[in-house]
């Protein structure tokens, strides 16, 4: 878990990336030409753990994937938008649309599509391993790479700040 550099008590979302961020950036091509994604089961309870303490979490990424939808939905995770090339605008209707603040999200990405949503974000945050100009903005840059737990340790990092990660952790103990 990496410390945080501010205090994160108002945040009350997380907004994700997914290649880069959710899945590693280096990815094998199947047969039909689509990225093979990886997904963290790190990642994953950490997800389940924070929608279960009332934590909102959205997934806007650029790639065109069902199976990315369908991982998604399997976390619990109903507001993933894919295909999107301009990130901004739809970070901002769904902002909007439940009711938050910038200042209340923590937007995780690791590239140049994500550089806006992470300027409108309270809290910006980035993997180890991502592009220099998002290191450059991230307050936040975890110590994992993308696809190795960079998710888990942001919310980890969140909710045991603000005291709701044990009480998240105790339904599995």
Not at 106 to 135: F, K, N, Q, T, W
């Amino acid at each position: 878990m990496s410390k945080l550099p501010i205090d994160p008590v108002k945040i009350k979302a997380f907004v994700l990336d997914v290649d880069g961020v959710l899945s590693k950036s280096v990815c094998t091509i199947g047969e039909d030409g689509q990225p093979q994604r990886t997904a963290n089961t790190k990642d994953g309870l950490a997800i389940r753990m924070a929608l279960q303490s009332g934590y909102r979490i959205a997934v806007i990424t650029g790639a065109k994937s069902e199976e990315i939808r369908l991982r998604c939905n399997l976390l619990g995770i109903d507001d993933v938008f894919t295909g999107v090339s301009k990130k901004l605008p739809v970070y901002e209707q769904w902002r909007l649309d439940n009711g938050l603040s910038e200042e209340e999200i923590a937007y995780m990405g690791d590239d140049i599509p994500d550089l806006p949503c992470l300027r409108h974000s309270g809290l910006s945050a980035a993997p180890y391993d991502a592009c220099g100009e998002v290191l450059a903005t991230a307050i936040f840059i975890s110590k994992y790479s993308g696809g190795y737990g960079c998710v888990r340790d942001l919310i980890e990092s969140v909710m045991r700040a603000q005291l709701t990660w044990d009480n998240a952790a105790s339904i599995y103990l």
